[in-house]
């Protein structure tokens, strides 16, 4: 058993959205395809994965280190103790041969995308969804069949105003969501209030309405904000400060009573730890959105759940980035707090199987080996490109 070949490519995400710091123009993300010797099905297994959302295309990084270093490496040490299938802590081991402690994301990016689809890979070969597999390894064999999932939007987008906010939110409700997420920061104070208050007369409960700043804010108007907004007592205030801003996060935290979200720009262990350490969180209420491909992988960040726990924190307050299939996986598996999603944005990255199912604020895990990209067309089109040539 081993693996013949890892390919990988840049797509461009096509998206026209802007945040409140940057638009997504020339947003790219990397595929990767790892290729097997097994048989499933007549077909040699590959398991797939793509580097989220976010952060730009790394096949520098995975063409000159990564893929070369598993290529080396002799078949039988990636193996897991049985022989009977891929071991991706070994694979991971493997890719970190030669690196440099610390400084993570020129790297974290790329060794976190080839090991998730490694664990697509696993999955298909063991003939159960990635979910299940998940949670035999590290959740007590707790098998679950839907996940709470909120839809990440409310971009800000030339044309739009509040009737178009509104509209957008509405239409969510219908699809089956109840909670969302709009973004602040890029209107002024008063603009972004009426936002938050338009939205709010549509999803009915601050309990279902989350704001994102996207950690653009200097000193001044990350307090004006947390000072604005903490009537509303929201889902959640994602990033209001650089997340490695802590002693500003820490001032944030002391006026801001309500849940605050961040972690999807930190891509380690020991910067999450820092983060809840000396960024002034709370462990009763505060939420940690962690991107697992961009953060070494599912085996690393089972480490930081457990790094977590042992600080007081319960998996259910771990809201991973990105509306996408592999985290709806990680967080079916782990049994974690819920899932984002982004509805129609981001090209064939956003979302989920095609066939999925949204009830109720909850979505459904899917029943196909492995992650399940194969169930979602478009995505999957890009996917199988890389194995056929
Ligand atoms: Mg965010």
Redesign the pocket.
């Known amino acids: 058993m081993r693996i013949v070949d890892i390919r990988e490519t840049a797509v461009p995400l096509k998206s026209t959205l802007r945040n409140a710091v940057f638009d997504f123009s020339e947003m790219t993300t990397s595929v990767v395809a790892v290729i097997t010797d097994v048989v499933r099905d007549g077909k040699p297994v590959a398991g797939f994965a793509f580097n989220s959302t976010g952060r730009y295309a790394c096949g520098a990084q995975m063409r000159d280190r990564f893929i070369p270093r598993i290529m080396k490496a002799p078949p039988d040490s990636l193996l897991n103790k049985a022989g009977d299938n891929f071991d991706p802590e070994k694979i991971l081991a493997c890719m970190m041969q030669r690196e440099k402690p610390g400084g993570h994301t020129e790297r974290s990016v790329a060794i976190g995308t080839i090991e998730v689809a490694v664990w697509d890979a696993v999955a298909k070969i063991a003939g159960k969804p990635l979910h299940r597999v998940l949670a035999e390894t590290y959740n007590g064999g707790k098998v679950i069949d839907k996940v709470p999932c909120y839809v ?1 939007g409310g971009w800000y987008q030339p044309g739009k105003g509040i009737r178009e906010l509104q509209d957008e939110i509405k239409s969510r409700l219908d699809q089956g969501y109840t909670t969302m997420k709009i973004k602040v920061g890029g209107a002024t104070i008063p603009d972004d209030v009426e936002r938050v208050e338009a939205a709010l007369k549509i999803v009915a409960s601050s309990a279902n309405l989350a704001v ?1 700043a ?1 950690a653009g804010f200097d000193r001044e108007r990350a307090l004006a904000y947390a000072k604005a907004l903490a009537p509303y007592k929201l889902r959640w205030f ?2 209001p400060t650089d997340p490695l801003d802590y002693a500003l996060l820490t001032e944030v935290a002391a006026i801001y009573d309500a849940p605050i979200g961040t972690g ?1 720009n930190l891509f380690s262990t020991q910067d999450v730890h820092n983060l809840i350490r000396f960024g002034g969180l709370r462990a009763d209420r505060d939420i940690i ?1 962690t991107d697992v491909p961009q953060s070494y992988g599912i085996a690393q960040f089972a480490r930081t759940l457990e790094m977590l726990k042992q600080n007081g924190w319960d998996r259910r307050s771990v809201f991973p ?1 990105g509306g996408n299939q592999m985290t709806l996986a990680i967080v079916g598996g782990f049994g974690l707090g819920g899932c984002e999603a982004y509805p129609g944005v981001f090209g064939v990255f956003a979302g989920f199987a095609d066939d999925a199912q949204v009830e109720n604020g909850y979505l459904t895990l899917p029943q196909r080996p492995g992650i399940g990209f194969e169930a979602q067309n478009h995505l999957y089109a890009v996917m199988h490109e890389l194995v056929a040539v």
């Open positions: 990440g994102d996207n994602e990033e999807e959105q980035h």
